[in-house]
């Protein structure tokens, strides 16, 4: 009897072991998704519906496309002191760091009285959201081998999109039933005690603190593979694309076409909820078969979805745009795990920031130009984006050698 019990234990373990190989499933990336996946939940209640909530409080769509133009901006100029951060006081103590500034931000949202306070606990929720990622990329990249990554990037990545699924319908019921201002103030009131559970759980986080190469920034610069910067140059085509169209998307389909908010938190759902079909099969293969294919496609989806959203005349055609928007994702594992790849292990959260630093400062007129495109007709930004990303796409197809993207 003892021996049979201990045979269906060593069973049992043994394939959790290959689940937990399968999905890249290391202890501190476990941790690190998980606290992403919290204040994602917390987040998705009402980052969709801000352009709303900033409206209710006075904004009109030029303030909005500023207010996206702000965001990129404070993800550019985040996302190197973020990876400095985490390069030097380690990743555990980075992580709590961010997440007391973000909280700090959700409070101000909440007791906004008008929409210039907005634009001020942006400058601090951005904290999370733009510093916290290249503690992440480190934290997979330190955890995990080359052959792998692609996976731990789609486990982070599910588990930062559930939310996106959940959360955007609970918090569309939720305006539908109190309004847009109340509605959005309960869904920070949530986010704050996420916060402090989150805070609970980066603290188990256990990688070594390294000393920190005194590299500066040109250092780190130059030590970009040739392939990166081409995978830069044709990113910042795609986000481009993005910043300038996706802020507005809400607008569109709420003012234009007439959907309700509630309806366009069923929409986000379907879009994310695509995403995390094609997560997994898509990591796994990429991981043995090479990345550039699955980079193509993602591109192609986001030069796609401006295009689709534009052209949709009611929630049938829109839910189509959504799914390609969730298509989106297709590829992102891939592309996160390339950078990854190239960037130097002692520079590697560092790399990241870099790289992201340059790519958000790059795009961030893209949504007040939209906001200037927008006044000329609703559907021109969303047409622009489309053959801006289609640009991207061309690029990175001929200039990454596949090689250079396995």
Sequence with gaps: ???????????????RRRVAEYLGLERNVALASAAVFLLGFGEELWKKFLPKYLERLGAGTGVIGLFGTA??????????????????????????????????GYLVYMWSPSWPWVFAGLALSMAWHSMASP???????????????????????????????????AGGALIAAVGILSGVRAGLAVTLALCAVTALVVRAINIPVRAADA????GVWRSFHFALKRLLVSDIFIRTCEGMADIFVILY?????????????????????????????????????????????????????PVAVALSTGFASLVCAFV???????????????????A????????????????????????????????????VPFYTAGVIGLVGTIVFAATVEERYAS
């Design 135 to 169: 503690a992440v990329f480190a934290v997979i990249g330190d955890a995990l081998p080359r052959e792998k990554r692609a996976m731990g990037f789609t486990l982070q990545s599910i588990l930062k999109r559930v939310p996106m699924v959940v959360s955007p319908l």
């Design 344 to 379: 130097r292990e002692d520079l590697r959260a560092r790399t990241v920031g870099l790289y992201y630093l340059v790519r958000s400062i790059t795009i961030t007129p893209s949504a007040a130009v939209g906001g200037l495109l927008w006044k000329l007709s609703p559907e």
């Design 215 to 218: 590299v500066n920034i040109r």
């Design 1 to 15: 009897m003892g021996e049979a019990l201990n045979s269906v234990a060593e069973t049992t373990h043994a394939r």
């Design 253 to 305: 389909v709420t003012n234009v076409l007439g959907v309700s908010v509630a309806r366009y938190g069923l929409l986000v759902a379907i879009q994310i909820a695509t995403s995390i079909v094609v997560y997994l099969p898509a990591g796994r293969i990429a991981d043995r078969v090479g990345r550039k294919p699955f980079v193509i496609a993602t591109f192609l989806c986001f030069a796609l979805y």
């Design 71 to 104: 965001e990129d901006f404070f993800d550019a100029v985040y996302q190197y002191p973020g990876g400095w951060l985490a390069d030097r006081v380690g990743r555990r103590r980075a992580f709590q760091l961010f997440i007391a500034v973000a909280s700090a």
């Design 324 to 342: 390609v928007g969730g298509l989106r994702e297709i590829g992102e594992p891939s592309r996160k795990a390339m950078i990854v790849d190239f």
